[in-house]
């Protein structure tokens, strides 16, 4: 069934919107004015007040099947979420400042009922991060080929050694997934997958500093790092599958998360230009000013179908890899042009703390690089048209 026939969205589905586009409006922008312009995560006692209220109001862990606490939102409805959950100053980085809970851990998709209970179910009641190590200092957009990190078996044990490279939250979560090379004789059936658990003798976390303020990546060590067998997720081997799964799974949230914020930074633009007078004359009369808005608005409407159509495949699982990354390139860089199209709009408030708009200019940067660059999405897309 079509999710939105004649171009409308289900009911029950613009309810959920409005109730998050209400929170976002109510609760997270007042309290986010409040903080320095560049702050990563809201003060402690308003988290855990406004996770109460997202908690009572069933607004938690949206994405995440029912069984284990969440709302049971497909992808299309996290998506439709996702553009609203991060119109704020920090929605790049972390929309609704944590206070929806995280997005499913990847042990959702591919662990043992086992796994899910020890690490996934206190992870989504409690909020926690955890971190996705794929990327290598010798390169990140061809884990077939570019991972060296080894693990090696002894008896009930899997030994550890490597580095990853930019890999988010390492440093302060719980846990995360790690892959590796189990079988170098193998190619792409000699990667495995495995969980890593805060504090684990042998795993190190260094901090890499980036145009981003906050958002801090790392790089990753393993030494000799001793992981049981049983943290291994799925079987040997079939952790290149698990890891593209997830990869596409991700895109089509993360590509909303940058429409969200290519919309928000529209509204600011379109609100200044009716304000702002040139001359005596409001800047939306200029027709530059119209056009610049009008691009902007041909892009938006044009990237939440991309988005949308893909997500809509997906759920109804058909191979939507292609799908993921058109959205995940065309939201990346539309987002760019839009925001920059806002600053141009604002003039030297454009580029102030005052506004948000210097802020997600600059992480509208890593936008295009972090879920794969624009130009391996732009080889999965003509690999597949000339198959």
């Known amino acids: 069934m079509n999710p939105f026939p004649g171009y409308s969205l289900p009911p029950e589905l613009v309810l959920l919107r409005d109730q998050v586009r209400r ?26 007040r406004l996770k109460a209220k ?62 899910i209970q020890k690490y996934a179910v206190p992870t989504l009641r409690e909020g926690w991060h955890t971190f996705f190590a794929i990327t290598e200092p010798s390169g990140g957009s061809d884990p077939a080929g570019a991972i060296q990190c080894r693990g090696v078996r002894h008896g009930d044990y899997w030994i550890l050694n490597g580095t990853k490279t930019f890999i988010s939250h390492a ?39 980036t145009i981003r303020t906050v958002s801090i990546p790392n790089e990753v060590a393993f030494e000799d790092c001793k ?9 040997e081997g079939e952790g290149l599958n698990l890891c593209l799964d997830l990869l596409t799974r991700l895109r089509f949230p993360y590509s909303a998360g940058n429409l969200g914020v290519a919309v928000a930074a529209q509204r600011m633009a379109i609100a200044y230009a009716k304000q702002r007078q040139t001359f005596g004359v409001p800047l939306s009369q200029r027709q530059a000013i119209q ?19 893909g997500a809509w495949k997906a759920d109804r699982g058909e191979d939507a890899r292609v799908e993921a990354s058109i959205a995940k390139v065309y939201s990346s860089e539309v987002l760019g042009r839009v925001i920059d199209s806002a600053v141009q709009i604002h003039g030297g408030y454009g580029v102030s703390k005052e506004f948000p708009l210097e802020r997600w200019y600059r992480e509208a940067r890593v936008r295009r690089i972090g879920e794969g660059p624009s130009e391996v999405h732009r080889m999965v897309i003509a690999r597949a048209l000339l198959r």
């Open 23 to 48: 929170f976002i409006r109510e609760e997270i922008i007042p309290l986010e004015q409040r903080l320095d312009p560049d702050a990563g995560e809201i003060p402690e006692a308003d988290y855990e």
């Open 54 to 115: 997202t908690k009572a109001a069933g607004l938690w862990c949206l994405g995440a099947p029912q069984e284990y606490g969440g709302g049971g939102l497909n992808t299309f409805g996290m998506c439709v979420i996702l553009e609203e959950m991060s119109q704020h100053r920090m929605g790049l980085y972390n929309p609704g400042c944590g206070t929806f809970g995280r997005y499913p851990p990847p042990v959702i998709y591919g662990g043992t009922e086992a796994q």
């Open 171 to 209: 440093h302060e979560a719980e846990w995360g997934v790690v892959f590796v090379r189990t079988d170098p004789t193998k190619g792409r059936q000699g990667i495995s997958c495995f969980i890593i658990e805060k504090g684990t003798p042998g795993f190190t976390a260094r901090p890499i500093r």
């Open 227 to 235: 992981v049981p067998a049983e943290n291994m997720i799925g079987a």
């Open 291 to 309: 056009w610049m808005l009008a691009d902007a608005e041909v892009e938006i409407r044009a990237a939440r179908w991309l988005i949308w159509d």
